[in-house]
């Protein structure tokens, strides 16, 4: 079984910046992939950012168009962790941001932590 606990939400202003943690613990084998996906009230839960293996056998990163150039997506492979640094913050990136880790075909998902952007 894999468990996945994010950490780092909370409110900020537009324009702050929040980063975002994920650890993963139980059966984790290597070349599994992880990102991050968001839901906001009333809408589907979308990708945000993703940590895909590459075709050199390492991982290179994929966003969706709204947060590319504002987000930054990294893993620590020997801590079992992603990141997802969140700069330029808007109000429309408030949502619940869930952390997402595919091994084999089996998904796996963070129970979500709450980002708030407001003033």
Not at 81 to 91: A, E, H, I
Request: glycine fraction near 12%.
């Amino acid at each position: 079984q894999v468990r996945l606990v994010e950490s780092g939400g909370g409110l900020v202003q537009p324009g702050g910046s929040l980063r975002l943690s994920c650890a993963a613990s139980g059966s984790i084998f290597s070349g599994n992939v992880m990102g991050w996906y968001r839901q906001a009230p009333g809408k589907q839960r979308d990708l945000v950012a993703m940590m895909r293996v590459s075709a050199q056998g390492g991982y290179s990163p994929d966003y969706a168009d709204s947060v590319k150039g504002r987000f930054t997506i990294s893993r620590d492979s020997a801590k079992n962790t992603v990141y997802l640094q969140m700069n330029t913050l808007r109000p429309e990136d408030t949502a619940v941001y869930y952390c997402h880790l595919i091994q084999g075909l089996t998904p796996y998902w963070g129970q979500g932590t709450q980002v708030t952007v407001s003033s």
